[in-house]
C-alpha cells in the first residue's frame, strides 16, 4: 500500500472538525463522509480513515480546554484537568502539555510497530474461530459488567442489541436468514447507520444544542515562551504511551477507559510520591496513552474483523461491501509501512495543529457552535437518506431512522450506546460460536 | 485461429452497433465493490465502445438487483447473475422467481466458473481422499447443499469428515491459513489468488474438463455424482426488447466475453470464469442444466 497524501491531508482535516465536535466526533465523520468513501478504493479508505482519527485525539483536547466539552469521551481528564488549568491561567501550557502527550503517543506507537510488527503478522496466523471465540466472549463479558445506572441499562439494551444484531442473512451461512418473517428488504439487516443516527446521534445532538458553551475562558494567542516540559514528565509520557498501547489492543476497552484509566494511575502516582505539577502529569498520561491507544485499538478491526468503536462499524460496513478480508489475508509488511508513515505524518501536523494553532480552532469552533448542531443534524439524516436510496432500502432506512428516533428521545438520558454495542458486536459473536459447535461437531 | 475469428467478428459488431447508439439500462446486481460489480464495470466499457448507450443502475445486492430488473418496466433492462441458481433456490422455498424473464430471446450470455479444493500450503492434498478421515471441511453453499457435498464425501473416502459452515470465499482461505479447516472447496478467482500467494495448494476442480491449472476432482475422488461436476452458472438477462434487438445484443456480448482481448474478457480471464459462446437457444438449455442440478442439490 503506497502513501497517498492527498488522503492523508482529508482525513487530517476530517480528524480536527471531527475530534471537536462534543461527545459525537469521529462516528459522525465517518457518516458523512459515508457518500465520499464508498466511492474510494479500500487504500485510500483506509489512509484518511486512520489519520482522521490519529489527528481528532490531537483536536479532542481543543474544546475540552477551551470550553469544557469533551471532543472524544476520552477527552474527559483534559476538561478536569486541562480547563482546570486553563482556569488558572495557564490554557497554552495545557494546550502544548496535551498536544507534547499525544504526540509521544504517536512516536512510540510508531516505534513499538517497528519493534513488533513481524511479531504481529506471526501472531495473526494463529487468530482463528476458537481465539474469536474466547475475544468476543470476553468483549461481551466486559461489556456487560460495565457499570449501568439501572437494571433496564443492564439486562435490556444488551438484549435489545443482541436481537436487533440477529436480524438479516445468517452470520455464518449467507443462504439462509433470521428474524426477517419473509420480508426480503430486511435480509441486509438493520441498517447500523440508521440505527445509530436516530438512536443516539440525533438525541445527542438535540442536547448538545440545548447546551451549547456555558463556561469558557479568554483564548490567547499561542506562545512558546509561557510553555514548559520537565524531564521526568518525558519519561511519564513514554510509560503511559506504551500502557496505552497494550491496553486499547484489549478488545472492548474503549479510548475512554484507556484515557481515564491513566488519568486515575497518575493521580495516585502524584500523591505516592508527592510529584510537583500535579494537573499537568494528569493531563500529559491521559493524553499519551489515548493518543497510542488510538491506532491499538483499531487492531481488532484489523485482525478479526471485529468493530470495537461506532465509526469502526461505519468503517467495517464500507470495507466489508467492498469484499475486503480482514487478518492474515490482508494485514501485512506493506499494511504495516503504510500505518507507520501516517503515523509520522499526522503526529507532526496534530501536533502544529492542537498546539500552535490550537487557538484559532478554538476561536473558530466558539463562532460556529451554534449552528453546528443543527447543520450537522441535517446532514446525518440526509446522508443516512441518500445511503437508503443507494442501496435500495429506502423504506428500510427510513423506518429505523423514524422509530428509533423516537425511542432515543425518550431514552435520552441513557446509556443508549450499550444498545449499539451489542449490535455491532452480535454478528461477530453467533457466527464464531456456531461456526465453533460446527468444528466440535455439535450442530 | 480461433482467436482471430473471434477478433474479426467483434470488430464487425462494434461496427454494426456502433452506428445504432442504442440504450440500454444495465442493473448491476452485486455488492458495491463485490466481483459481479468489477465486471460489470468492464463490460460497460465494452459496451460503450460498441456504440451503446449504457445506463449503469446500482443494484445494492445480487437479490436486489435481480428484485428490481423483474420489476422494471423500461425499454431494453439488462442483468447479469447466476438467475438459474437464485431461482432454483426460490422455487424451494416457495417464493417468487428473483429473475422472471426466462425465454430464449432473455438470455444474452453466459460465464461459468468452478470451485477448487484447497488445502493450507505445506499440507499434502491427496491424503484428504484417504479412507477413514475425521477432517474439516470448509463449505460455503448453504446448509442443505453443505451437507450434501460432506456426505458423499463421507461415503465415497469411507470417512467421517466434519461440515463448517462459512459466509465468504475469503473467510474460507482464512479459515485454512488458521487452521480451522483442513480442507475446503472454494471458488477458483480465489484459490488462483491465494494459490499465487503461496498460502493455499489447489490441485483439484469441479471443473470436468480441468481448466485453470487444476485436475478434475471428480476423477480423482472416482465417483460420477453430479455434485463433483456442479457449474455456476452466470447469466446475462435481458428484457423488453424485440427480437432483432435481442439477436443483435446477443451477438455483440457473445463476442465482447469472448475476445481475450476485450476489457471483459480480460476480467473474465482474471476471476478464472470460462465465457460461453452458446446460442440463445443454448443459453436457455444451459439455465435449464444448471437450474435442475442446484434444485436436485437442494433436495
Same mark, same amino acid.
Given at each position: ?11 487530517? &482535516? ?314 492474515? &489475508? ?8 503504510? &500505518? ?104 | ?14 461496427? *454494426? ?36 448507450? *449504457? ?56 460465464? $461459468? ?16 481422499? @484417504? ?8 463449505? @460455503?453453499?448453504?446448509?442443505?447443499? @453443505? ?8 461415503? $465415497? ?6 461440515? $463448517? ?11 485454512? $491459513? ?7 472447496? *472454494? ?21 470436468? @474438463? ?90
Amino acid at each position: 500500500m503506497e502513501l497517498d497524501y492527498t488522503f492523508i491531508v482529508i482525513g487530517s &482535516l476530517a480528524g480536527v472538525i471531527g475530534g471537536m465536535m462534543p461527545g459525537v466526533g469521529m462516528t459522525l465523520m465517518m457518516i458523512s463522509a459515508y457518500p465520499l468513501l464508498v466511492s474510494l478504493e479500500v487504500e485510500q479508505i483506509f489512509q484518511l480513515y486512520i489519520s482522521a482519527i490519529l489527528v481528532s485525539q490531537f483536536a479532542g483536547s481543543i474544546v475540552a480546554t477551551y470550553f469544557a466539552i469533551p471532543g472524544e469521551m476520552s477527552s474527559v481528564p483534559a476538561i478536569i484537568e486541562g480547563h482546570g488549568m486553563a482556569k488558572q491561567g495557564k490554557a497554552n501550557q495545557a494546550i502544548f502539555i496535551s498536544a507534547f502527550g499525544s504526540f509521544v503517543g504517536g512516536i512510540v506507537t510508531l516505534l513499538i510497530l517497528l519493534l513488533f510488527g513481524g511479531l504481529l503478522l506471526k501472531a495473526f496466523l494463529h487468530f482463528n474461530t476458537v481465539f474469536n471465540v474466547f475475544l468476543v466472549s470476553l468483549v461481551f463479558v466486559f461489556l456487560f459488567l460495565l457499570p449501568t445506572k439501572n437494571k433496564m441499562e443492564k439486562f435490556l439494551f444488551p438484549l435489545a442489541g443482541f436481537v436487533l444484531g440477529l436480524i438479516g442473512t445468517t452470520p455464518h451461512d449467507n443462504h439462509n436468514s433470521w428474524l426477517t418473517f419473509g420480508v426480503r428488504d430486511l435480509e441486509a439487516g438493520i441498517p447500523l447507520m440508521g440505527l445509530m443516527i436516530g438512536l443516539y446521534s440525533l438525541p445527542l445532538l438535540t442536547i448538545l444544542h440545548k447546551n451549547r458553551i456555558k463556561e469558557t475562558i479568554k483564548i490567547t494567542a499561542f506562545k512558546f515562551n509561557q510553555i514548559s516540559i520537565k524531564l521526568y514528565q518525558f519519561g511519564l509520557s513514554i510509560f503511559y504511551a506504551v500502557y496505552g498501547f497494550f491496553l486499547a489492543f484489549v478488545p472492548g476497552v474503549g479510548l475512554d477507559v484507556v484515557s481515564n484509566t491513566a488519568h486515575k494511575m497518575q493521580e495516585a502516582v502524584n500523591k505516592k510520591f508527592k510529584l510537583p505539577d500535579r494537573m499537568e502529569n494528569n493531563l500529559l498520561a491521559a493524553e499519551t496513552a489515548n493518543n497510542s491507544g488510538a491506532l491499538s485499538i483499531m487492531l481488532p478491526l484489523l485482525a478479526f474483523g471485529l468493530p470495537t468503536n461506532t465509526s469502526q462499524a461505519i468503517l467495517n460496513n464500507i470495507l466489508t461491501d467492498k469484499n475486503y478480508l480482514f487478518g492474515v &489475508l490482508s494485514f501485512n509488511q506493506s499494511f504495516i509501512d503504510m &500505518l507507520l508513515g501516517i503515523v509520522v505524518i499526522t503526529s507532526f501536523l496534530g501536533f502544529l495543529l492542537a498546539g500552535p494553532l490550537a487557538s484559532l480552532l478554538g476561536l473558530f469552533f466558539r463562532k460556529t457552535e451554534k449552528f453546528i448542531y443543527v447543520a450537522l443534524g441535517i446532514v446525518l439524516v440526509l446522508v443516512t437518506l441518500y445511503t437508503g436510496h443507494n442501496s435500495l432500502n429506502l423504506p428500510v432506512y427510513l423506518l429505523t431512522l423514524l422509530i428509533t428516533f423516537i425511542i432515543g428521545m425518550y431514552l435520552r438520558n441513557y446509556n443508549v450506546l450499550r444498545i449499539i454495542y451489542f449490535f455491532m458486536v452480535t454478528p461477530f459473536f453467533v457466527e464464531n460460536w456456531l461456526r465453533l459447535a460446527f468444528m466440535l461437531d455439535i450442530l | 485461429m480461433k482467436i482471430n475469428i473471434l477478433l474479426i467478428m467483434f470488430a464487425f459488431m462494434l461496427s *454494426v452497433s456502433a452506428s445504432a447508439g442504442e440504450k440500454i439500462t444495465m442493473i448491476l446486481a452485486g455488492s458495491p465493490g463485490g466481483t459481479f460489480n468489477a465486471f460489470n464495470a468492464e463490460l460497460i466499457k465494452d459496451l460503450e465502445k460498441a456504440g451503446y448507450e *449504457v445506463d449503469a443502475q446500482p443494484g445494492g445486492s445480487m437479490i436486489k438487483g435481480g428484485q428490481i430488473y423483474s420489476g422494471l418496466n423500461k425499454e431494453n433492462v439488462f442483468v447479469f447473475l447466476p438467475s438459474s441458481q437464485l431461482n432454483a433456490e426460490d422455487d424451494f422455498v416457495d417464493r417468487e422467481h428473483t429473475v422472471n424473464t426466462t425465454e430464449k430471446h432473455n438470455f444474452m450470455f453466459g460465464v $461459468v466458473n468452478y470451485k477448487s479444493l484447497c488445502v493450507k500450503s505445506g499440507t499434502d492434498l491427496n491424503t484428504v481422499f @484417504n479412507t477413514g478421515n475425521l477432517l474439516k471441511i470448509g463449505m @460455503n453453499e448453504g446448509e442443505r447443499i @453443505n451437507d450434501k457435498y460432506v456426505e458423499r464425501w463421507n461415503k $465415497v473416502t469411507k470417512s467421517k469428515n466434519i461440515m $463448517v459452515p462459512y459466509n465468504s470465499s475469503g473467510k474460507q482461505i482464512k479459515g485454512l $491459513v488458521t487452521g480451522d479447516i483442513d480442507v475446503t472447496l *472454494v471458488n477458483e478467482a480465489k484459490a488462483l489468488r491465494f494459490s499465487k500467494e503461496g498460502l493455499v495448494t489447489c490441485n483439484y476442480t469441479t471443473n470436468p @474438463n480441468s481448466g485453470n491449472g487444476f485436475d478434475p476432482l471428480a476423477s480423482k475422488i472416482n465417483d460420477s455424482w453430479f455434485g463433483w461436476k456442479y457449474e455456476y452458472l452466470l447469466l446475462g438477462h435481458l428484457k423488453n426488447s424485440d427480437t432483432e434487438f435481442s439477436k443483435r445484443f446477443h451477438k455483440v456480448v457473445t463476442a465482447i466475453i469472448n475476445d481475450p482481448t476485450s476489457n471483459a474478457g480480460k476480467k473474465i480471464a482474471k476471476n478464472g470464469w470460462f465465457a460461453q459462446d452458446l446460442s440463445q437457444k443454448d443459453l436457455k438449455k444451459k439455465y435449464k442444466k444448471v437450474y435442475k442440478a442446484t434444485s436436485k442439490l437442494l433436495k
